[in-house]
């Protein structure tokens, strides 16, 4: 019973450790020290972004924005990231905010107009391309300060600055969601939103504060990229959002709402981190490494499942 | 299937060399993106030439999905299993710039190829064309047929593609000069034939039927969506149309007279060159700085002899 | 005496896409006293309580609270206030515990502003504890029996320590043994002059508890009137229209072949060597307390869940079950206790509802439905068992609980089944629609088919049942016969303290 | 009370008109019959592809890998679709077998894996798109015989050949949603799965079918693009399934099941057509294009909602 409930609880988690061991003995490079580093700076950005859509996912919502807004601050951020322009925290204010405020209008739509998170945030991916294109000309926008640059570059008692900032928001969000208030209103709005109402609950209130978190976490994102290529680019990170959500999805939260973790979410990341550094360490041929890739995607989670379903065969 | 599978067979061979033999030196090849037809005419090139040195060497190629974030992790990827050279298609020139120093740091030579990366002198060589330079053939080619005035419509590529930028950059230099010249239109057919061929199609539906004296694709594949929805409104024979890259259909279009303009670049000379500028270069044996292979402007009656270029299958 | 009200709604109208649910509606709740709020299922009664909660806003009317005028704009407004509520449609969250269920909305926090889960805990530990509810705080809703999760909302509606508590429903999941429990509960909330709106449709319950009562039919306030100047059959009366004539009309049918047998039927966790026989014609009751493993048993014989072990035979016929499509070809049927999640299609309609388990019978041809047929036998059935909808095509959504219930009947009936499984048939009903509904058992059970029906309220075991079987933790404890059984023996089997095969 | 209930029931439709209306005033060109018929044709692939999803998302689910078996099976279907190779049935059949058998895997992975829908199609995705590269070498298929290429090119009676078979496709999956015994199965399990389980509805042979179906479809659309555009592309029809989800979703179909129209979905994909089609036609700068893609796909949504609203202030 009580291993039963391990199993259930960490089962992705396990299958995460069990590719790990598989993927070090498949190649020496693996378990390297450098190469750990890699794979988690590799993450990082999608993984901050997952852990905002992960509270969007949650509260039974969507986004799928991500993509867009982070290429959109990003170009924000860069263009106010030159040398000698403004002190560093300047561009990382302004990205930041674009992205909470980005997530607010879509938070409002869908709140105010009562459009489903799907179309609303559909409407923000086409409209914020649109706009990061407008913004550029359609061109990417390099030439950065160094403390700008330090942000997706730098190292900390050798360990990349970005790889802070991933463990940072992990727990900020992690703490938000189960040792705050706004966060037991988010599950409860995601599990059942008529109790949560009749609870007493702000639900307005508490949406906008989760799509605009989630806006502030790809604005996040998007600086980090930014910072990281070298330059602020309108057409960067599209497709990040499937990745953030398959993120989020892989690591258990629920696309019906109310239950996931953004712990969860990390090891989702991780899973799809692995799997796309593994396949390159083995030198698998790109096209094999796409089919290999759905496979392995789907066969992490079906082990993960085969696990749960013997925890709990009533279990409909 | 018969669209065969080498890479396939390449893919696990790659595999069994790495478990079985550490002996052989490994040069990582970053393509820009596989999925790109272009790209994988380079590859094709690499590949062959590759072929040649297959006791010595084992080549790693991966896909950088035109994502200069995924091309630094791959970067990253191959410093950390410590390749002997690596050979950079780059999916964004200023996006590289991270990408160039990171490798240039961990003291791997770095060869470039098709596409200039933001910091040239950094390479160790690099080898291919000036994308700019194909805009201008192509609209100067454009403009010739024109006569020098004319109105016309621009397909871009994937907005902030390098080649998108570069290309378009080349088109205005030329533009530039020629005052009777206007341009119409212009939108992404995000370098395929669907979106190319809808847009057209849009077009063609409006004011600017009657307008549009030719059509200026950032690539064939744009191009010959839009010659089919020329083709379909009857109007081929008033409408010029041209591309790049020269790939065999085009090439087919150009002979049989349906586009005008198409501008041809080595793709597989390219690869060559830079896989055997990669093994030189993990040799020792000194390179040139630079190894240009410029763009051509391919006439209708040049068309068999660039399509005699592709490996026949 | 103004002062006397702790609640005063007037003139309260509320239209749902041009229908009146509530037309000039009045309710008067005295301090310190039970009001209970009776009417027939789609009377209004809930629409009245959540225009009281904030959920929905009236069209007109006046809301005094303690003799002030209020307007609620959500829940939340009642709640500070002091009103408080049981939902009928239980409102819990089901990923998240006991503990953040009742604290939902105002949890404790520490200094440091952070959600105290200790604190939770501890006081959710500490309320169940006085509340006689054997529930542990970190257990997750949905691993709650619904009878369970009732006993939760009771309890998070009383840990607000409202002045006003509403309860809409309360013991339609619950046994005597609980709803005995409560009552003594509202009796020292009473004490305390805490007032109590009490919605049931279980009169006994009602003359049991209330001091005043209230009712309404078709939106229109009717009636309030002291407890004590009134009997059951003067409420049925008012909430009816018209005279009811018996509770539970129970014909007498013959009883012939057995037509359903099981033995030894085994589920490793639920239940163990259930064996019993069903005849023609019989009605078979089973009694027991909630958990007893009674639903379960039949979810298995249904195809619903894996047996480990056991036979079932059919007209003297082994059989084996794998699916209720199995089930269904054996001719059984089963309405099962949860109408929401596992009996309707809400968003679908009254139509779609009804034929989609006889769909083979309305075909043209293999495949193509034939929507006239369907059209036609439908409304037949909303006819014959008197269901209100305006149309067949309605959303199931929008009717209320009764007619809803009559909806699944019909839909099982269209099945044209002979062994027929009732769990908790008259769950959240109305006495008419209930009468309609024992009536009809009725006159299956004449027309030769074979029910079983679980049921927690024991007036109904006992008027409706030729025979009545008994479950304690998952195995039969005793038999009865009709002339035998009486309250006190079944509580006897059904707690355990007799043993008899 | 009966206008409202036309103005809920028909809201996007009439949200459609208006746009037609809006398009017509400001470009004389819209209304020509040349290019309705133009419109018609670009929508027919995603349009065919959605009502696949349609049936997907009503059944509860959701289909991510739309794209990749266009792609898929528009190279397969090519590569048997040269001169006087095989008679034009051959293709056809091999590419909508290929489709719906990967619809089939699809579902199996779903119903017996216990795999949310997600996760297996975006598995599905990933590898099908390997498949597409792998079997052509990242290089497109082309030269097609006469009666291929007629599929996507060939007019009757001066109407394109495709909007035919997007009619047919609408009918019969029309038909099928509203006139079988499987249709209404799809609904119900949609609605409320563990009712449809109790009411004795065979839950994985219908969803196996609904997933086959959509693949199917998306096998067809395939055949259609490959020969539209004279290429078995294995990039082409990237992001389509976005699209097709959308223009389901835009029509009315609830992304939690059990709600939904394929008729609907037609609409949808008009409304995004249209838009496309009309922005083009007054030559709107490309960035803008999506700027204001976004703003009025949400728009529409919102005008639709707008009107339900006034219907049923309480419809939560
Ligand atoms: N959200 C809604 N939309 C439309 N109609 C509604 C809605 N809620 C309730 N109604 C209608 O209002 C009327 C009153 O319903 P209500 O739920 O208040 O009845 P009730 O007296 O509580 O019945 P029951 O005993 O079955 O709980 C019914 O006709 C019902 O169909
Ligand atoms: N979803 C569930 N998860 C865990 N335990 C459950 C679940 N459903 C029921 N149980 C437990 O299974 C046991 C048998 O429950 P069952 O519902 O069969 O009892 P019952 O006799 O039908 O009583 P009730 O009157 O409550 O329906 C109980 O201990 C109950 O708490
Ligand atoms: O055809 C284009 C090619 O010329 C360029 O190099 O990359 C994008 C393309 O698809
Ligand atoms: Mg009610
Ligand atoms: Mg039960």
């Given at each position: 019973m009580n291993y039963r409930h391990i199993l259930s609880r960490y089962g992705i988690t396990i299958v995460f450790v069990a590719m790990v061991i598989v993927a070090s003995i498949l190649s020496p490079y693996f378990?390297?020290?450098?190469?750990?580093?890699?794979?988690?700076?590799?993450?990082?950005?999608?993984?901050?972004?997952?852990?905002?859509?992960?509270?969007?996912?949650?509260?039974?919502?969507?986004?799928?924005?991500?993509?867009?807004?982070?290429?959109?601050?990003?170009?924000?951020?860069?263009?106010?990231?030159?040398?000698?322009?403004?002190?560093?925290?300047?561009?990382?204010?302004?990205?930041?905010?674009?992205?909470?405020?980005?997530?607010?209008?879509?938070?409002?739509?869908?709140?105010?107009?009562?459009?489903?998170?799907?179309?609303?945030?559909?409407?923000?991916?086409?409209?914020?391309?649109?706009?990061?294109?407008?913004?550029?000309?359609?061109?990417?926008?390099?030439?950065?300060?160094?403390?700008?640059?330090?942000?997706?570059?730098?190292?900390?008692?050798?360990i990349p600055f970005m790889i802070y900032i991933l463990l940072i928001t992990l727990c900020v969000s992690h703490f938000i969601l189960r040792h705050t208030k706004i966060g037991k209103y988010i599950y409860a709005i995601?599990?059942?939103?008529?109790?949560?109402?009749?609870?007493?609950?702000?639900?307005?209130?508490?949406?906008?504060?989760?799509?605009?978190?989630?806006?502030?976490?790809?604005?996040?994102?998007?600086?980090?990229?930014?910072?990281?290529?070298?330059?602020?680019?309108?057409?960067?990170?599209?497709?990040?959002?499937?990745?953030?959500?398959?993120?989020?999805?892989?690591?258990g939260t629920s696309l019906s709402g109310g239950i996931g973790t953004v712990w969860g979410t990390l090891i989702g990341a991780l899973i799809i981190g692995v799997l796309n550094n593994i396949l390159d360490l083995l030198h698998v041929s790109a096209y094999w490494q796409q089919v290999l890739k759905g496979v392995i995607i789907v066969g992490a989670i079906l082990l993960d499942r085969i696990k749960t379903l013997n925890t709990n065969e009533d279990g409909r | 299937g018969k669209g065969s599978n080498t890479a396939d067979k390449e893919g696990s061979k790659n595999t069994n060399a790495t478990t079985t033999s550490t002996k052989k030196k490994v040069i990582g090849v970053m393509i820009g993106d596989m999925?790109?037809?272009?790209?994988?005419?380079?590859?094709?090139?690499?590949?062959?030439?590759?072929?040649?040195?297959?006791?010595?060497?084992?080549?790693?190629?991966?896909?950088?999905?035109?994502?200069?974030?995924?091309?630094?992790?791959?970067?990253?990827?191959?410093?950390?299993?410590?390749?002997?050279?690596?050979?950079?298609?780059?999916?964004?020139?200023?996006?590289?710039?991270?990408?160039?120093?990171?490798?240039?740091?961990?003291?791997?030579?770095?060869?470039?190829?098709?596409?200039?990366?933001?910091?040239?002198?950094?390479?160790?060589?690099?080898?291919?064309?000036?994308?700019?330079?194909?805009?201008?053939?192509l609209m100067q080619g454009i403009a010739d047929k024109l006569g020098g005035k004319g109105n016309i419509v621009?397909?871009?590529?994937?907005?902030?593609?390098?080649?998108?930028?570069?290309?378009?950059?080349?088109?205005?230099?030329?533009?530039?000069?020629?005052?009777?010249?206007?341009?119409?239109?212009?939108?992404?057919?995000?370098?395929?034939?669907?979106?190319?061929?809808?847009?057209?199609?849009?077009?063609?539906?409006?004011?600017?039927?009657?307008?549009?004296?030719?059509?200026?694709a950032h690539n064939d594949e744009m191009a010959i969506g839009a010659m089919k929805a020329v083709e379909a409104v009857g109007l081929l024979d008033k409408i010029i149309i041209g591309g790049i890259d020269a790939t065999p259909e085009m090439l087919k279009y150009l002979k049989e007279g349906k586009v005008e303009v198409t501008v041809f670049q080595d793709a597989v000379g390219q690869g060559k060159k830079a896989i055997e500028c990669a093994v030189k270069a993990v040799k020792g044996e000194k390179l040139e700085k630079e190894y240009m292979i410029p763009y051509e402007l391919v006439k209708p009656e040049d068309a068999d002899k660039y399509l005699a270029k592709y490996p026949t299958k | 005496m103004q002062e006397n009200y702790i609640l005063e709604m007037e003139n309260i109208t509320k239209t749902f896409s041009g229908v009146k649910a509530l037309n000039n509606v009045k309710l008067k709740v005295k301090k310190g006293t039970v009001h209970a709020l009776v009417g027939e299922n789609g009377a209004g009664k809930s629409t009245l309580m959540k225009i009281l909660m904030g959920i929905y806003k009236p069209d007109s009317g006046i809301i005094k609270f303690k003799g002030k005028e209020v307007s609620f704009q959500s829940p939340r407004d009642s709640l500070n206030l002091g009103i408080s509520m049981i939902h009928q449609e239980l409102c819990l969250i089901p990923y998240m515990t006991v503990a953040e269920n009742i604290y939902l909305g105002r949890e404790p926090l520490s200094s440091t502003g952070w959600v105290n889960e200790k604190i939770m805990f501890q006081n959710t530990k500490n309320l169940l504890d006085s509340l006689d509810i054997p529930i542990?705080?970190?257990?997750?809703?949905?691993?709650?029996?619904?009878?369970?999760?009732?006993?939760?909302?009771?309890?998070?509606?009383?840990?607000?320590?409202?002045?006003?508590?509403?309860?809409?429903?309360?013991?339609?999941?619950?046994?005597?043994?609980?709803?005995?429990?409560?009552?003594?509960?509202?009796?020292t909330l009473i004490v305390k002059g805490i007032s109590i709106i009490y919605i049931s449709h279980k009169l006994n319950e009602i003359f049991e508890i209330a001091d005043e009562i209230t009712v309404l039919r078709d939106?229109?306030?009717?009636?309030?009137?002291?407890?004590?100047?009134?009997?059951?059959?003067?409420?049925?009366?008012?909430?009816?229209?018209?005279?009811?004539?018996?509770?539970?009309?129970?014909?007498?049918?013959?009883?012939?072949?057995?037509?359903?047998?099981?033995?030894?039927?085994?589920?490793?966790?639920?239940?163990?060597?259930?064996s019993f026989k069903l005849r023609k014609g019989e009605i078979l009751g089973v009694a027991g307390l909630m958990g007893a493993g009674r639903t379960e048993l039949m979810e298995s014989i249904f195809g619903l869940r894996k047996l480990d072990e056991g036979e079932i035979y059919i007209n003297g016929k082994k059989v084996e079950i794998k699916s209720p499509k199995d089930a269904i070809k054996n001719k059984i049927a089963f309405l099962t206790e949860d109408r929401k999640r596992t009996g309707l299609f809400l968003e679908h309609s009254v139509e779609d509802n009804m034929?989609?388990?006889?769909?083979?019978?309305?075909?043209?041809?293999?495949?193509?439905?034939?929507?006239?047929?369907?059209?036609?036998?439908?409304?037949?059935?909303?006819?014959?068992?008197?269901?209100k909808t305006p149309n067949e095509q309605q959303i199931v959504k929008k009717l209320s609980g009764g007619n809803q219930q009559k909806i699944l009947i019909a839909k099982w009936l269209l099945t044209e089944p002979d062994i027929f499984i009732l769990d908790e048939p008259t769950r959240g009903i109305d006495v008419g629609a209930k009468a309609e509904i024992h009536s009809l058992m009725s006159t299956l059970a004449q027309e030769g088919k074979a029910i079983i029906m679980i049921s927690s309220e024991l007036p109904e075991i006992l008027g409706m049942s030729d025979r009545i079987i008994v479950m304690h933790e998952g195995r039969i404890t005793g038999e009865l016969s009709r002339d035998e059984a009486n309250q006190d023996l079944i509580m006897k089997y059904a707690t355990g303290m007799f043993f008899k095969n």
């Amino acid at each position: 019973m009580n291993y039963r409930h391990i199993l259930s609880r960490y089962g992705i988690t396990i299958v995460f450790v069990a590719m790990v061991i598989v993927a070090s003995i498949l190649s020496p490079y693996f378990l390297q020290l450098g190469n750990i580093i890699n794979v988690l700076r590799q993450i990082t950005i999608i993984a901050i972004a997952g852990f905002g859509v992960t509270f969007i996912i949650i509260s039974g919502g969507i986004d799928l924005a991500i993509g867009s807004i982070i290429a959109l601050t990003g170009v924000i951020a860069a263009s106010f990231a030159h040398p000698n322009q403004f002190p560093v925290i300047v561009p990382i204010l302004i990205g930041l905010l674009v992205g909470a405020l980005t997530g607010l209008i879509s938070g409002s739509i869908i709140v105010f107009g009562k459009i489903p998170p799907f179309i609303a945030t559909l409407g923000m991916m086409i409209s914020a391309r649109g706009l990061a294109l407008i913004y550029t000309e359609g061109k990417p926008i390099t030439n950065f300060s160094k403390s700008f640059d330090f942000i997706g570059e730098g190292l900390v008692f050798n360990i990349p600055f970005m790889i802070y900032i991933l463990l940072i928001t992990l727990c900020v969000s992690h703490f938000i969601l189960r040792h705050t208030k706004i966060g037991k209103y988010i599950y409860a709005i995601g599990g059942n939103e008529q109790a949560a109402i009749v609870s007493g609950i702000n639900v307005t209130k508490t949406l906008l504060f989760v799509y605009s978190y989630g806006g502030l976490l790809s604005g996040l994102s998007g600086i980090l990229l930014a910072s990281r290529i070298s330059a602020g680019h309108p057409t960067a990170a599209v497709g990040y959002e499937l990745d953030a959500i398959a993120s989020a999805v892989i690591g258990g939260t629920s696309l019906s709402g109310g239950i996931g973790t953004v712990w969860g979410t990390l090891i989702g990341a991780l899973i799809i981190g692995v799997l796309n550094n593994i396949l390159d360490l083995l030198h698998v041929s790109a096209y094999w490494q796409q089919v290999l890739k759905g496979v392995i995607i789907v066969g992490a989670i079906l082990l993960d499942r085969i696990k749960t379903l013997n925890t709990n065969e009533d279990g409909r | 299937g018969k669209g065969s599978n080498t890479a396939d067979k390449e893919g696990s061979k790659n595999t069994n060399a790495t478990t079985t033999s550490t002996k052989k030196k490994v040069i990582g090849v970053m393509i820009g993106d596989m999925s790109n037809q272009f790209q994988s005419y380079i590859m094709d090139g690499m590949k062959a030439e590759a072929k040649k040195y297959e006791d010595e060497f084992e080549f790693v190629f991966v896909d950088g999905k035109f994502d200069s974030n995924v091309q630094l992790s791959q970067a990253e990827n191959f410093i950390s299993q410590k390749v002997n050279a690596i050979v950079l298609i780059p999916g964004d020139k200023e996006g590289s710039k991270p990408i160039v120093d990171r490798i240039v740091k961990a003291g791997i030579p770095l060869i470039g190829c098709n596409t200039k990366v933001a910091d040239m002198e950094k390479l160790t060589t690099y080898v291919g064309s000036d994308t700019i330079q194909s805009g201008e053939l192509l609209m100067q080619g454009i403009a010739d047929k024109l006569g020098g005035k004319g109105n016309i419509v621009e397909l871009q590529g994937f907005y902030g593609h390098e080649p998108q930028i570069e290309r378009h950059k080349g088109i205005q230099n030329i533009l530039s000069k020629y005052s009777n010249i206007k341009v119409l239109a212009e939108n992404t057919g995000k370098w395929n034939r669907a979106e190319g061929m809808a847009v057209m199609e849009n077009w063609l539906k409006s004011d600017l039927k009657d307008k549009i004296n030719a059509v200026v694709a950032h690539n064939d594949e744009m191009a010959i969506g839009a010659m089919k929805a020329v083709e379909a409104v009857g109007l081929l024979d008033k409408i010029i149309i041209g591309g790049i890259d020269a790939t065999p259909e085009m090439l087919k279009y150009l002979k049989e007279g349906k586009v005008e303009v198409t501008v041809f670049q080595d793709a597989v000379g390219q690869g060559k060159k830079a896989i055997e500028c990669a093994v030189k270069a993990v040799k020792g044996e000194k390179l040139e700085k630079e190894y240009m292979i410029p763009y051509e402007l391919v006439k209708p009656e040049d068309a068999d002899k660039y399509l005699a270029k592709y490996p026949t299958k | 005496m103004q002062e006397n009200y702790i609640l005063e709604m007037e003139n309260i109208t509320k239209t749902f896409s041009g229908v009146k649910a509530l037309n000039n509606v009045k309710l008067k709740v005295k301090k310190g006293t039970v009001h209970a709020l009776v009417g027939e299922n789609g009377a209004g009664k809930s629409t009245l309580m959540k225009i009281l909660m904030g959920i929905y806003k009236p069209d007109s009317g006046i809301i005094k609270f303690k003799g002030k005028e209020v307007s609620f704009q959500s829940p939340r407004d009642s709640l500070n206030l002091g009103i408080s509520m049981i939902h009928q449609e239980l409102c819990l969250i089901p990923y998240m515990t006991v503990a953040e269920n009742i604290y939902l909305g105002r949890e404790p926090l520490s200094s440091t502003g952070w959600v105290n889960e200790k604190i939770m805990f501890q006081n959710t530990k500490n309320l169940l504890d006085s509340l006689d509810i054997p529930i542990e705080p970190t257990v997750k809703i949905n691993e709650l029996s619904i009878a369970n999760r009732q006993l939760i909302e009771i309890a998070k509606a009383i840990s607000y320590n409202a002045e006003l508590i509403i309860m809409d429903e309360p013991t339609s999941a619950i046994t005597d043994r609980e709803v005995n429990n409560l009552f003594k509960i509202i009796r020292t909330l009473i004490v305390k002059g805490i007032s109590i709106i009490y919605i049931s449709h279980k009169l006994n319950e009602i003359f049991e508890i209330a001091d005043e009562i209230t009712v309404l039919r078709d939106g229109q306030y009717i009636k309030t009137d002291s407890i004590k100047n009134l009997n059951k059959e003067m409420v049925i009366e008012m909430m009816v229209g018209r005279e009811l004539k018996q509770l539970f009309p129970k014909k007498e049918a013959k009883i012939t072949d057995i037509i359903l047998e099981v033995k030894n039927l085994t589920h490793k966790r639920k239940f163990k060597n259930i064996s019993f026989k069903l005849r023609k014609g019989e009605i078979l009751g089973v009694a027991g307390l909630m958990g007893a493993g009674r639903t379960e048993l039949m979810e298995s014989i249904f195809g619903l869940r894996k047996l480990d072990e056991g036979e079932i035979y059919i007209n003297g016929k082994k059989v084996e079950i794998k699916s209720p499509k199995d089930a269904i070809k054996n001719k059984i049927a089963f309405l099962t206790e949860d109408r929401k999640r596992t009996g309707l299609f809400l968003e679908h309609s009254v139509e779609d509802n009804m034929i989609i388990s006889s769909l083979k019978n309305y075909l043209k041809g293999k495949i193509i439905v034939d929507h006239k047929k369907i059209k036609n036998i439908c409304k037949k059935y909303i006819e014959q068992l008197k269901i209100k909808t305006p149309n067949e095509q309605q959303i199931v959504k929008k009717l209320s609980g009764g007619n809803q219930q009559k909806i699944l009947i019909a839909k099982w009936l269209l099945t044209e089944p002979d062994i027929f499984i009732l769990d908790e048939p008259t769950r959240g009903i109305d006495v008419g629609a209930k009468a309609e509904i024992h009536s009809l058992m009725s006159t299956l059970a004449q027309e030769g088919k074979a029910i079983i029906m679980i049921s927690s309220e024991l007036p109904e075991i006992l008027g409706m049942s030729d025979r009545i079987i008994v479950m304690h933790e998952g195995r039969i404890t005793g038999e009865l016969s009709r002339d035998e059984a009486n309250q006190d023996l079944i509580m006897k089997y059904a707690t355990g303290m007799f043993f008899k095969n």
